[in-house]
């Protein structure tokens, strides 16, 4: 899909395109209308020729991930991928995040990957849990947020009360860059508060074709609407005078947070969002290694590993490591160094991976997003780089809160155990801990989110053909010590310590007092918490 344009200005071919790409992710509570929205950008971009394509629910034709029985029941996206389209004369790259709250771990990670996040709100319920959780993610890493305030063809709260509940709960200021005309429910169209002109609201059939965008000036928005639109005007003003104008510059710094009002379902709002992705969100800038130092986006290819994933469906079981490249040019077939082993990969079957569609990527640049495919070297936070040597970060693993021993029902299909579980754990699925005691037939998986074991057993079945039982352990934290600790730790009641895959010696205790109570009593020994999933 990547189209090699040749660069307007005399820069180098990487740094042109890499200012051309937009990478994003849409952050919202399940049901606020994320599917909707994905399948309208898509459609606005021309990709699909009608909504539905992209979308996997309700009779349409399922392409986004619709891989698993279980998730088909259940009616949950657990998959992430990336959406690549252009747009104007920008390359958006839209990635997908899971929408289940179990899930958030995997959605953490694809918010590595993106230099800007969509919130988007359901006008009905204001800010849910889950876009609080994904939010307080975006301000941690400084990710400039846009909010979309969807569905306002419904009844739902008031514009001006949503904007309070934003800058309260996000501490960002609101700069709507259009105001509702029309109460929720009674959506007429909206002002844009740049240029004062009424862009009125139009219906499909469905919102199965592009909306048609019918623009007047104010004048005739005022005969037109009367009432509504002197409320919006007034409105508009009133914001005015709180600092609610667009500055680029507090905008990306992550204090101010553009606002539209949208119906994704009419496709109304898509096209503003599009040209807001490409005005005003910014292009990939230069990643901090390790060290602390940013490499930039024109130096020799680099990329990490933010997602990998198997099993996609049935016609393709295999194994995708999915990178978001940091800087310089990928092409296919070129032959690049793992940082974690030093050993070469070559990139030989390269694709981009929406769903169940492929396509092989021949050249990529900063900002976009590769699946490599048969990448079982490769895990979640690895770096692979060409020529000059760099290695990114590695990707935050959250505390576990849930603990459960794993055992193959069938001891004939051992092999299959243990490459699924092998599996699991390098996806990040499951943190795989091990002891001596409880030997290699009985690991112990360690999740943040306890669907995580649904997950785990349905595939261990299903992809590896090995079945397994469950028996799940009382603990509920996990603390980081050493081997020095180690000893004392697990003579302690109730606690017991296990290696993880790296190396990492984790103490498994069942409430906190417990750990309190061996911390105060022993405080020479180490007992470091890890990153809380809430952060
Ligand atoms: P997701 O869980 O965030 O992906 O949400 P979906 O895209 O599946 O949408 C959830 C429900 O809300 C579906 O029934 C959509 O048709 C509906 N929906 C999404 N956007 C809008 C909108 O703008 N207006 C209305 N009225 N319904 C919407």
New binding site residues.
Partial sequence: MTTTHAPSAPLPEVLSQAARRRTFA?I????????????ALALHARVIGSAGAV?G??GRRGTVSDWMDMEKARG??ITSAALQFEYRDAVVNLLDTP?HADFSEDTYRVLTAVDAAVM?I?AAKGLEAQTMKLFAVCKHRGIPVITVV?????PGKDALELMDEVSERTGLTPTPLTWPVGISGDFRGVLDRRDGSYHRFTRTAGGATIAPEEVLPAAAALAREGDAWTTAVEESELLDATEADHDQERFLAGETTPVIF?????N?GVGALLDILVDLAPAPTPRPDAEGAARPVEAPFSAFVFKVQSGMDAAHRDRLAYIRIASGVFERGMVVTHSTTGRPFATKYAQHVFGRDRESVDVAYPGDVVGLVNANALHVGDTLYADAKVTYPPLTTFAPEHFAVVRGKDTAKFKQFRRGIGQLNSEGVAQVLRSDRRGDAAPVLAVVGPMQFEVAVHRMENEFGAPVSIDHLPYTIAVRTDAASAPAVAAARGVEVLQREDGELLALFMDKWDLRTLQQRNPELTLEPMVAAQL
Avoid: C, M, Q, Y
């Avoid at 969807?150 to 419904?154: E, H, L």
């Fill in positions: 849409v919202s509570h399940p049901d606020a209308g994320k599917s909707t929205l994905t399948e979308h629910k309700a949950i996206s929408g988007l359901d969807n569905k306002w063809d419904r949208a119906s994704a379902v009419s109304f």
